[in-house]
């Protein structure tokens, strides 16, 4: 043993050890710090703290042979133990270096982005389901405190939704039964609930009383019921949720997960005045007034600038704005993203600030990794969160991973109540899967397709029924509303392909106009264009929108319109510029 310490120290392993430990030390701080500045992925840093542990047992191996002066030997038993390091120092490398290891090879298709975890999570194993109604407003204020039964419904929604083992119906899904006449039974069966919510608000002055009960759906008896009457504040209205949610859990034999914050919503304020004004800007979000909204919730935050939820949704505003046309992208997903990064210092909880942020990396930065990864974020702090799959699955789609992205959409739509037996339509026809699109809508009749229709419509050409397809597209050219630009381009290109070209031309007049009001996306008139078989001038709008870095350039590989286009080299240019390529690649069979 003696022996052994004397050559480790003649050939200065400890000094070459600890010169290298202060070398890595330093470049990785300096690494760190230049990562937060540029956002630059996690992967990389994980990567270099990685390889800067196998370069030490490098740094080993290089002091045996060259601590003194470089002229020792080495015997065999030596040889095998520093073979040995090395081996060690790889196998971590292997395990837990990003996209390593056979464990990955489900996503070796996708590179640099993260593995999806499976859906059947926690909140789905309990068999249990429960739909929160919309809460009755008692006061004799009448539509003046129409907001506060709302945002208390909203804000319970979303505090249930935190209960590991438990399905929270989204909002969106219980509105159309406000004032229904149906029984409970009947409304449980529509939203697929065991339990349904009730409660009603009544605010007088600086009071306000709510009465709630939990009914089973399945005989209409009432499992627990209070009433609770409170001083008006944030603080007691926030309180009372929380006592709802942990009556509810126990009730349901459901445990809360206190690690995660309970039944305690994110990213709250005691200002009142802050709350009532954050709760007016989400309604008017319901009303379908974004920049209504989007001031609203700049007040609340003037009255209380640490209030994290308002600035989550203020974020999720401006990707609104942003996506409908209504403000310019290069203007408003910067603004989403200083909101949304805002909400996350405060209380990094708040679910509305990671979906804004997977939007902005998505639809603007076209930073693949990191939108897969907040999304994926946003579904670990809330399982029951309708929106995150939804859009999640658009950017699956978007990558070319339908499958994954069928999934995403059916959970979706089994959290919003929806059916589902139109979900992948889009995805499909990505693909050219033409039959099994017909297959997938022939017992929805045409009123109930909505989008999937021009969908339907396509197939029907394609697989040589444009008689029919005619009729569909006509349909949905009689119901085309402005405020959906998407469809409306898509179903001029989609006339332009079933022998209309008229009505193409008819269509892309109409979108042309509505550019001279506000933004209007050059990718969607270079469809229609593209459809009436103009393809420089397609390629010069597709050109203008890459440069405005337009939101719906991500779905270029996606898109069936683009079929005709796959191997122009202008359209693989774009692809590779921005870093599609490798999801769609030139010479993949697209059906």
């Known amino acids: ?176 039964f406000r004032d229904s006449k149906l029984d409970l039974a009947q409304v449980a069966k529509r939203l697929s609930a065991t339990h349904l919510v009730e409660a ?80 007016k800007g989400r309604k008017q979000w319901t009303d379908g007034s974004a920049k209504e909204s989007v001031r609203l919730f700049k007040e609340a935050l003037k009255l209380d600038p640490n209030y994290a939820l308002a600035h989550g949704a203020l974020a999720e505003a401006y990707i609104y704005l942003a996506m409908g046309g209504i403000a310019p992208p290069a203007e408003a997903f910067p603004l989403a993203e200083a909101s949304a990064r805002r909400a996350i210092e405060l209380d990094d909880q708040v679910v509305q600030a990671y979906t804004a942020l997977g939007e902005v990396a998505f639809h603007f930065a076209w930073d693949w990794p990191e939108a897969e990864k907040s999304m994926l974020r946003a579904i670990a702090i809330d399982p029951n969160y309708a929106i995150a799959y939804s859009r999640h699955a658009g950017h699956l789609a978007g990558w070319g991973r339908f499958d994954e ?34 297959d997938l809508t022939a017992a929805i009749p045409p009123s109930k397709l909505g989008d999937q229709l021009a969908g339907r419509a396509v197939a029907l050409i394609r697989t040589g029924r444009p008689d029919e397809a005619l009729r569909l597209l006509d349909r949905l050219s009689g119901e085309r509303r402005t405020d959906n630009l998407g469809r409306q381009a898509f179903l001029g290109w989609a006339y332009a392909q079933a022998g209309r070209p008229a009505k193409a031309r008819e269509i892309l007049q109409e979108l042309q106009q509505e550019a001279t009001r506000h933004y209007v996306s050059p990718q969607l008139i270079a469809e229609v264009v593209l459809g009436l078989g103009d393809r420089d001038l397609a390629f010069a709008k597709l050109q203008e929108a890459y440069d405005l870095r337009d939101p719906q350039m991500p779905f270029l590989g996606q898109s069936v319109v683009y079929e005709s286009v796959r191997q122009d080299p202008r359209y693989r240019e774009l692809l590779r510029k921005m870093k599609l390529d490798v999801f769609y690649p030139a010479s993949a069979d697209r059906g």
């Open 405 to 438: 992205a069928m999934a995403f959409e059916q959970r979706a739509n089994d959290l919003s109540a929806t059916r589902a037996d139109a979900v992948g339509t889009v995805y499909l026809l990505g693909q050219g899967r033409y039959q099994e699109v017909l």
């Open 1 to 176: 043993m003696a022996g052994l310490f004397a050559r480790l120290k003649q050939r200065k392993i400890v000094q070459w050890s600890v010169a290298y430990a202060a070398a890595a030390f330093a470049l990785l701080q300096g690494v760190d710090i230049v990562a937060q500045r540029f956002a630059w992925p996690e992967s990389i840093t994980r990567a270099l703290i990685i390889a800067s542990f196998v370069g030490f047992f490098v740094t080993l191996l290089l002091a045996w042979y060259h601590g003194e002066r470089g002229e020792q030997k080495i015997s065999s038993a030596e040889l095998l133990l520093l073979s040995l390091l090395l081996a060690i120092g790889g196998g971590f490398m292997w395990k837990f270096a990003p996209g390593a290891g056979a464990g990955n090879a489900e996503t070796a298709s996708a590179p640099g982005l993260a593995a999806v975890p499976a859906l059947s999570g926690p909140n789905t194993q309990s068999g249990k389901a429960v739909a929160v109604l919309p809460f009755e407003n008692r006061s004799a204020g009448g539509e003046d405190a129409a907001f506060l039964a709302d945002g208390i419904q909203e804000d319970l929604i979303n505090t249930l939704s935190r209960v590991p083992g438990l399905t929270v119906i989204a909002r969106t899904a219980v509105l159309p």
């Open 200 to 279: 009603g608000v009544q605010r007088a002055g600086d009071r306000v009383r709510i009465n709630v009960q939990l009914v089973r759906a399945s005989d209409g008896q009432t499992e627990w019921s209070e009433r609770y009457d409170r001083t008006l504040s944030a603080t007691n209205i926030f309180d009372v949720q929380e006592e709802i949610t942990e009556a509810v859990a126990n009730t349901l034999k459901l445990q809360l997960d206190r690690t995660a914050g309970g039944g305690r919503l994110a990213g709250t304020t005691e200002n009142l005045a802050a709350y009532e004004l954050f709760l």
